[in-house]
């Protein structure tokens, strides 16, 4: 087994899966910032997250390449309650099918309120997670279900149209 | 995506951020807004409204949920928590993860306001390597924290051998109100 498949995570626990409660407390957190700072402000937050916590993960995509974005994503979903993703790798990108988010899920069974821009986090997110690596993230689609396609930089397609990122509601 | 496999993690991480941003005072501002108003407003209804019936409901759910070590005691005037392996702050310990000065504070951060609403005070102890222990009482009931071993017998934190707690809280209901 190499190293990419014992290690995908790199944060790990003694439970095979998360409790999905803790998704109302991500909404909560994003919501207070945005109230705090506004939009750009939420934007740094998720943006400074990829960078400084989640830099084992660029590392580990910078070493292992599409095969490590596709290993630790396959990982990520099976460890979060309700996902239904599929993950494909080609030669040159990562496609992530979201078929179901289990985060928007979540906050919709649990009657939340959802941030209408909770769905933009996965781009600011994954861009500042992917970059150090020399990979880049485009979203597509989001409210419950979207497409999120890993390339790398040399090969990357027209910069991320955020208009193309639905707007999350409760329904 | 920001999951909740590892929200623990990033959770810690935000409260560093925010201190960063805006000091305590912010952090503090998160615990009550956010985690206690807004996230925790499933725990926050039941308990206002059903007081020691509501936390057996509440903590008997989330701390199995999240996989913990603990056990929980209940009177009619005594709600008693024994946390014997923290899952949140053993995931910290267990990822060598310290962004922030002091993470135990976030639970009397949120848990300390929804109590005060409901006409609870708390005495606490944690010892920052996943054990501590929480009493709630009404607030117009004067009877001090229970003796070592009176109200949860064997299953007391502080039986355990390498209990040192480090933190200390008498009839508190906010973070700040340290011993």
Redesign the interface.
């Known amino acids: 087994m190499s190293e990419v498949a014992q290690t995908p995570?790199?944060?790990?626990?003694?439970?095979p899966?998360?409790?999905?409660?803790?998704?109302?407390?991500?909404?909560?957190?994003f919501?207070?910032i945005l109230k705090?700072?506004g939009r750009e402000g939420l934007r740094r937050?998720w943006t400074?997250?990829g960078r400084?916590?989640f830099a084992p993960v660029s590392a580990a995509w910078q070493q292992h390449g599409l095969k490590g974005v596709a290993a630790y994503w396959d990982a990520?979903f099976k460890?979060?309650?309700g996902a239904d993703v599929q993950v494909t790798q080609a030669a040159d990108r990562v496609v992530l099918d979201v078929k179901t988010?289990?985060?928007i899920a979540h906050l919709r069974k649990?009657k939340r309120e959802i941030v209408s821009c909770f769905c933009e986090?996965?781009y600011f997110?994954?861009e500042a997670t992917a970059a150090p690596a020399g990979f880049t993230v485009r979203v597509e689609g989001g409210n419950g279900s979207c497409r999120q396609t890993f390339y790398p930089v040399a090969s990357a397609p027209a910069p991320q149209d955020l208009s193309r990122i639905k707007e999350a509601t409760a329904c | 995506?920001?999951?909740?496999?590892?929200?623990c993690?990033?959770?810690e991480?935000?409260f560093e951020?925010l201190r960063r941003?805006?000091g305590e005072p912010?952090v503090r501002?998160?615990w009550d807004?956010?985690?206690h108003k807004?996230?925790?407003q499933?725990a926050t209804e039941l308990i206002v409204r059903e007081g020691i019936e509501g936390m057996k409901k509440y903590w008997g759910h989330?701390l199995v949920?999240?996989?913990a070590g603990f056990h929980t005691t209940a009177t009619d005037k005594l709600f008693r928590i024994d946390m014997h392996d923290c899952?949140s702050k053993?995931?910290l310990l267990?990822?060598h993860?310290e962004q922030y000065r002091d993470y135990c504070d976030h639970c009397m951060g949120w848990i300390g306001p929804l109590l005060k609403r409901a006409g609870y005070v708390i005495d606490h102890q944690h010892d920052h390597r996943g054990h501590c222990w929480w009493e709630m009482r009404r607030a117009d009931d004067p009877t001090p924290p229970s003796a070592i071993g009176a109200a949860s017998g064997e299953h007391d934190v502080r039986l355990r051998p390498d209990w040192k707690p480090v933190d200390t809280y008498q009839r508190a209901t906010d973070p700040d109100d340290k011993a």
């Open positions: 995570l790199p944060y790990r626990d003694t439970k899966a998360g409790a999905p409660d803790f998704y109302f407390a991500i909404n909560a957190t919501r207070f705090r700072f937050y400074e997250l400084e916590y990520f460890a979060e309650p988010c289990p985060a649990g986090h996965c997110l994954g | 995506m920001l999951g909740c496999y590892d929200f993690g990033h959770y991480w935000t951020w941003q805006g912010l501002a998160f807004e956010a985690i807004d996230s925790q499933h989330t949920d999240e996989g899952p053993g995931f267990r990822n993860l």
